[in-house]
């Protein structure tokens, strides 16, 4: 079943990569386009049971595929099995 | 109010970056990951109408977002207005 992280850089640490989107946005006419923010977003096929693994998952996402100290995480655990 | 934009590598284009962080998960204990797939996600914090403006917003995605040779992008407009 597949599990999918999103990691996005925390709400009062800069995000240059998204306001350079942002520009570039509103350099090809799109003036709407009050702000940008720029994160990962990752799916994980995992073998078995997603719910029986997730503290497992958790770790990963706090230790291997974010940046505490910088970036938040999401983990969506699948609704129904597969 | 808030879109999201989700670019994530097609099926059948191959993935470094993900089967790194899949070797990684293994690497750490975490056997039951069978695929890593990693792509981009975007919040864009757009003013006024977002529904007025998805066809300006689609023509972005698909000429600044991605690369669409070797990507997909997914649009996600939000449901209520806020």
């Known amino acids: 079943m ?3 992280v999103i990691v996005t850089p ?3 640490v800069l995000d240059p990569q998204g306001a350079a989107v942002r520009e570039a946005m ?3 006419g799109f003036t709407a386009a009050r702000d940008v923010r720029i ?5 994980i096929e995992v073998e078995g049971d997603a719910a029986a693994q997730e503290p497992k998952l958790r770790e ?5 595929l974010s940046n505490p100290v ?3 995480y999401r983990l969506e ?6």
Request: glycine letters at 4%.
């Open 26 to 28: 509103q350099h090809l």
């Open 60 to 64: 990963l996402c706090h230790d291997l």
């Open 10 to 12: 925390k709400e009062t």
């Open 39 to 43: 994160g990962r977003y990752l799916e």
């Open 77 to 82: 655990m699948p609704n129904e099995k597969s």
């Open 70 to 72: 910088i970036e938040d």
């Open 2 to 4: 597949k599990v999918k």
